[in-house]
């Protein structure tokens, strides 16, 4: 095992146990989490791996394979912010998240590595936090469960790292099953397993990773949940969750300005599209979830604009080249698109975006099959 032999390389012994954590890709529901809404996301085999050992002196030893930087050293206590400590800050923050929660953790050296590529919307951080969640909670004997470590693992990133994102990718990374993707009600935590065997039914998802990631995302991101909020004011619900899709052309009549319409109408649309995903899975016909990917598309190049040339290039390609449906996933601007296939046709779709691209001039994508994995769980 190469991250517990590095570990002892690093630490001078053996590590007490190892732990690993997938990245996730969202099948549909986007931007509906920071809405309190719908999402169904399922976990992928990339994952990142841990080896630790606890601590019993107030000393957090943190090291990665996967940066070009020594053994990072820090108190469990420190009172100094994590923000600026670089990729550090995730595991720390985590640390930091159990003991505020009250959990007797005293310290850890930790090695990791990971093949979840990262910026690439894939959850690369949430992988990193749910993988040392769960080896303290077994070492420390926390006895927490798969949401409560999403959580702690949400609270690391918001007030620790400093990002605000909401809960599915820690859920997903905590919760998911293989051969499923993860319903989550985000409101609440509720979720449920819904079968998406796709080799069982001949079929193929492949996630296109662009490698792009436009500057504007980070100023979109903020600007696009303020306007759900300002939408969800002006029509007197708590959040865009709270209206039916039944409803949504009586609401969107009574909105004034045309771009909190627009995002009032993909997030609500969304939510739908979650519940339609579903029914659909669970009826065993998966090859009709393809049209509902790709009306996501539309909504999300459309109404809530977060797209950019080259999602919108790796989706017309793709079904251009026979896909049965495809979507941008995560919060646009870059990062990945996900194609629905024929699994006899996946080298098909794949070779033509790869020649989309190349005539476009944009950077070669990477492009792998996303198989539904298993969440968090001990190695050794
Ligand atoms: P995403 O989660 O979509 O991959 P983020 O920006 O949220 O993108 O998280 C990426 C960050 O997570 C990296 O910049 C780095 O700080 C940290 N990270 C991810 N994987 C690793 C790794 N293997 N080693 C060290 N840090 C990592
Ligand atoms: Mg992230």
């Given at each position: 095992?190469?991250?517990?032999?590095?570990?002892?390389?690093?630490?001078?012994?053996?590590?007490?146990?190892?732990?690993?954590?997938?990245?996730?890709?969202?099948?549909?529901?986007?931007?509906?989490?920071?809405?309190?809404?719908?999402?169904?996301?399922?976990?992928?085999?990339?994952?990142?791996?841990?080896?630790?050992?606890?601590?019993?002196?107030?000393?957090?030893?943190?090291?990665?394979?996967?940066?070009?930087?020594?053994?990072?050293?820090?108190?469990?206590?420190?009172?100094?912010?994590?923000?600026?400590?670089?990729?550090?800050?995730?595991p720390?923050?985590?640390?930091?998240?159990?003991r505020?929660?009250?959990?007797?953790?005293?310290?850890?050296?930790?090695?990791?590595?990971?093949?979840?590529?990262?910026?690439?919307?894939?959850?690369?951080?949430?992988?990193?936090?749910?993988?040392?969640?769960?080896?303290?909670?077994?070492?420390?004997?926390?006895?927490?469960?798969?949401?409560?470590?999403?959580?702690?693992?949400q609270?690391?990133?918001?007030?620790?790292?400093?990002?605000?994102?909401?809960?599915?990718?820690?859920m997903?990374?905590a919760?998911?099953?293989?051969?499923?993707?993860?319903?989550?009600?985000?409101?609440?935590?509720?979720?449920?397993?819904?079968?998406?065997?796709?080799?069982a039914?001949?079929?193929?998802?492949?996630?296109?990773?662009?490698?792009?990631?436009?500057?504007?995302?980070?100023?979109?991101?903020?600007e696009?949940?303020?306007?759900?909020?300002?939408?969800?004011?002006?029509?007197?619900?708590?959040?865009?969750?709270?209206?039916?899709?039944?409803?949504?052309?009586?609401?969107?009549?009574?909105?004034?300005?045309?771009?909190?319409?627009?995002?009032?109408?993909?997030?609500?649309?969304?939510?739908?599209?979650?519940?339609?995903?579903?029914?659909?899975?669970?009826?065993?016909?998966?090859?009709?979830?393809?049209?509902?990917?790709?009306?996501?598309?539309?909504?999300?190049?459309?109404?809530?604009?977060?797209?950019?040339?080259?999602l919108?290039?790796?989706?017309?390609?793709?079904?251009?080249?026979?896909?049965?449906?495809?979507?941008?996933?995560?919060?646009?601007?870059?990062?990945?698109?996900?194609?629905?296939?024929?699994?006899?046709?996946?080298?098909?779709?794949?070779?033509?975006?790869?020649?989309?691209?190349?005539?476009?001039?944009?950077?070669?994508?990477r492009?792998?099959?996303?198989?539904?994995?298993?969440?968090?769980?001990?190695?050794?």
């Amino acid at each position: 095992m190469r991250v517990a032999d590095g570990f002892t390389e690093l630490y001078g012994s053996a590590p007490e146990g190892v732990w690993a954590a997938p990245g996730r890709v969202n099948l549909i529901g986007e931007y509906t989490d920071v809405n309190d809404g719908f999402v169904l996301p399922l976990a992928l085999p990339h994952t990142a791996v841990a080896a630790v050992s606890r601590r019993g002196d107030g000393v957090l030893r943190l090291h990665s394979a996967d940066v070009r930087q020594g053994v990072v050293q820090l108190s469990v206590d420190d009172p100094a912010p994590l923000a600026g400590t670089g990729w550090a800050a995730y595991p720390a923050g985590v640390v930091r998240a159990l003991r505020e929660a009250g959990h007797p953790v005293t310290g850890a050296d930790i090695h990791l590595a990971s093949t979840v590529p990262t910026g690439a919307g894939l959850s690369s951080s949430a992988a990193l936090e749910v993988v040392t969640a769960l080896a303290l909670n077994d070492l420390y004997g926390l006895g927490l469960t798969g949401p409560e470590l999403a959580v702690l693992a949400q609270r690391a990133e918001n007030a620790f790292v400093g990002v605000p994102c909401g809960v599915m990718d820690q859920m997903a990374s905590a919760c998911c099953t293989e051969g499923h993707a993860l319903y989550l009600d985000t409101r609440d935590l509720t979720h449920r397993q819904v079968p998406f065997d796709l080799a069982a039914r001949g079929l193929g998802l492949l996630v296109v990773d662009t490698r792009v990631k436009h500057a504007l995302g980070d100023g979109a991101y903020a600007e696009r949940r303020a306007g759900c909020e300002a939408g969800a004011r002006a029509l007197g619900v708590r959040t865009l969750r709270e209206l039916e899709y039944a409803q949504l052309p009586a609401s969107l009549a009574r909105l004034a300005d045309g771009t909190v319409r627009s995002y009032v109408r993909h997030v609500v649309s969304d939510n739908h599209r979650v519940r339609r995903v579903i029914d659909l899975l669970e009826a065993g016909d998966v090859r009709g979830v393809g049209p509902v990917l790709t009306e996501g598309h539309v909504s999300l190049r459309d109404d809530l604009r977060v797209s950019c040339p080259e999602l919108d290039l790796a989706v017309s390609s793709s079904l251009g080249a026979g896909a049965l449906g495809a979507r941008m996933t995560g919060g646009g601007f870059g990062g990945s698109a996900l194609v629905l296939t024929e699994a006899d046709a996946a080298d098909v779709v794949t070779k033509a975006v790869h020649e989309a691209f190349a005539a476009a001039g944009y950077p070669a994508p990477r492009i792998f099959p996303a198989v539904p994995s298993a969440g968090v769980r001990r190695l050794r």
